[in-house]
Nanobody, 123 residues
Framework: QVQLQESGPGLVKPSQTFSLTCTVS??????????WNWIRQPPGKGLEWIGY???????AYTPPLKSRTSIFRDTSNNQFSLQLSSVTPEDTAMYYC???????????????WGQGTQVTVSS
């Protein structure tokens, strides 16, 4: 059984940088043909794709967040992480990590999700 678990700070001050980590069990993040995604859902809004890191370590980001986002991995611990800089209250959201087959972009077709972690940006 594949499981993903997000961890990170719950409260962040504006202009700061935060990092979230997704710990994966039951599958290797280097297994061929999977993308490891970060998605968020602001309060009262829909899901927003942030970016992914592929099984080979390549990354891709949504253009509106690209300049503030970095996704990287720790293969020895089977984890991948999201770093978001210069945050504002608009970055307040539930943040999820999820696995998808390579090239799948529809949220409903992602096969495994973490339970999500709330990040609130507030002074």
């Amino acid at each position: 059984q594949v499981q993903l678990q997000e961890s990170g700070p719950g409260l962040v001050k504006p202009s700061q940088t935060f990092s979230l980590t997704c710990t994966v069990s039951g599958a290797s993040i280097t297994t061929n043909n999977y993308d490891w995604n970060w998605i968020r859902q602001p309060p009262g809004k829909g899901l927003e794709w942030i970016g992914y890191i592929t099984y080979s370590g390549s990354t891709a980001y949504t253009p509106p967040l690209k300049s503030r986002t970095s996704i990287f991995r720790d293969t020895s611990n089977n984890q991948f992480s999201l770093q978001l800089s210069s945050v504002t209250p608009e970055d307040t959201a539930m943040y999820y990590c999820a696995r998808a087959h390579r090239g799948v972009t529809t949220f409903g077709l992602y096969d495994y999700w973490g339970q999500g972690t709330q990040v609130t940006v507030s002074s």
